[in-house]
């Protein structure tokens, strides 16, 4: 077996183990779940500006949304979040949800304990940015 065989071999198990830990992790709980109907957000309280975007792009970027969104959240792993192509109604509270609290039964982990209200609230901003769908679609 060559070096870059096994090389990728490794990395390809490394990456099946962390989406082990992460599925198994979000069985428990996540935004579909009863336990998080008492968070009362409905809208973002930030403003879609230029600040609020550089700011919710680098947060995105460290923690590493991209590795399942795609760098300009264009789908990968996860689904795309540029489209009016959703699961869920794509509402600010979804949104808000999803990323605090994680998705059960997928790899979408919770981010309540590393980022504060405010980080999330700027990486929505910087997922609204890049929308590119039929804008008579939007409903934030």
Known sequence: MTKIFLYKLSINIILLIFL???SFNNSIAGAGSKEIEDIQID????TLNEDN?????KLWRKTGCYSCHGGNAE???GPSLQDDI??????????????????SGTVMVAWES???????WEIIIFIRSLYTGDKSKIIW
């Not at 975007?53 to 792009?57: A, H, P």
């Not at 590393?114 to 999330?120: N, W």
């Open 20 to 22: 082990f830990i992460i």
């Open 43 to 46: 809208k973002n309280p930030l």
């Open 53 to 57: 975007i550089f700011k919710g792009k």
């Open 75 to 77: 789908g990968g792993v």
């Open 86 to 103: 959703w699961v869920y109604k794509p509402n600010d509270k979804m949104l808000f949800k999803t990323i605090a609290k994680g998705r």
């Open 114 to 120: 590393e980022l504060s209200q405010t980080e999330i």
